[in-house]
């Protein structure tokens, strides 16, 4: 590995004038040799050690990125298209503010704190957090801390989330409005005080404003895998008290049109289907899926600007976020 030294040794100048270049305090080095450095800095391939320079400014400029979403251990969250645009997007705000971005799945308070034993991050966002020994642990950090979609609030935290309640609302009511009333509920895991449960308690909402009953036997609650959401797909096909289905993530409706297809039902003249969060994949379905939509990149960046203005002590008189959603009308649903 290259060193300071043999850039030193190779331009004929001390570590001291390298290093000074280097970090940019080349004020009394002549252009020439600032540019005879740099250019062999270039040709022997010199990479800086960033955690020898963040003990000397007690900053790493690495941000942690904590997924506490453990539903499925045999995934990956970057397997979900919306977490891809949005931790896309994290990074590259990141990037463009001087910033690294690491990403790692904790389980576990005690993970979480090996991790911070390990590494000296800056800052931390996280998401799937809720009120628990987690969150205790989180709130006991003296880093800054951005919550991602959450439910639980901390004085010395920021919080970027969304209109999760009007989202499922929103999806039910237009399902309702186009003459549905046996509507299924798709999801993960509902926890309560979580995303999936407002979106749950928007769809409820929507129900009980229609006069239509509730049925707990429509709600159905799995993995978001290829295979666990085609398979609900072909289950649904079976029964013939369904005709619509409001799935709560665009990766789970797609999962759930491809059953219904392979079990021989047309989306949308047999069962009408509508998703959420209006990532590509919307349109790449066939039919187009009829999605709510949310802005992931925009969720990023915002995420992004309150973590810098906590490590630039600016002031944020205003915690929380919470982005609003509208519907994309598309060809998956069907009036009755």
């Known amino acids: 590995m290259t060193t300071i030294k043999d850039i030193a040794q190779a331009v004929g100048v001390s570590c001291t004038t390298v290093s000074n270049v280097i970090h940019g305090r080349a004020g009394r080095v002549s252009a020439e040799t600032i540019a005879h450095i740099n250019e062999t800095i270039e040709k022997l391939g010199y990479v800086p050690n960033m955690s020898a320079r963040s003990l000397v400014s007690s900053s790493s400029k690495v941000i942690g990125m904590i997924s506490h979403l453990t539903q499925n251990k045999n995934e990956s969250i970057v397997e979900d298209p919306f977490h891809s645009a949005f931790i896309g997007s994290i990074e590259k705000t990141l990037r463009e503010n001087g910033y690294y971005l690491m990403l790692r799945t904790v389980e576990t308070t005690a993970d ?127 029964r013939n008290d369904i005709t619509a289905v409001f799935a709560t993530a665009d990766i789970l409706a797609a999962g759930i049109m491809s059953g219904l297809n392979q079990a021989g039902k047309r989306v949308p003249e047999d069962i009408s289907v509508i998703g959420f969060d209006d990532i590509n994949l919307c349109h790449l379905t066939s039919p187009r899926l009829t999605t709510i939509h949310q802005d992931a990149p925009l969720k990023g960046k915002l995420a992004v600007y309150f973590l810098i203005d906590q490590l630039e002590n600016k002031p944020i008189p205003n915690r929380e976020v919470i982005l609003p959603i509208h519907l994309v009308e598309r060809n998956s649903v069907k009036a009755r």
Request: hydrophobic content about 45%; charged content about 20%.
């Open 112 to 238: 979480l704190l090996t991790f911070l034993r390990n590494w000296n991050v800056d800052g931390l966002f996280c998401t799937g957090v809720f009120q628990d020994e987690f969150f205790d642990a989180l709130a006991g950090l003296s880093i800054p801390i951005v919550l991602i979609d959450s439910y639980v609030t901390h004085p010395n935290m920021c919080n970027v989330g969304l209109e999760d309640y009007n989202g499922g609302y929103t999806a039910t009511r237009y399902l309702i409005d186009k003459g549905h009333k046996e509507i299924a509920f798709a999801s993960p895991t509902i926890k309560k005080r979580g995303v999936v449960y407002e979106r749950f308690l928007g769809y409820q909402k929507a129900l009980t404003e229609a006069a239509i009953p509730f049925r707990p036997e429509l709600v159905f609650e799995q993995e978001l895998d290829v295979n666990t959401t085609v398979a609900l797909g072909m289950n649904l096909a079976k």
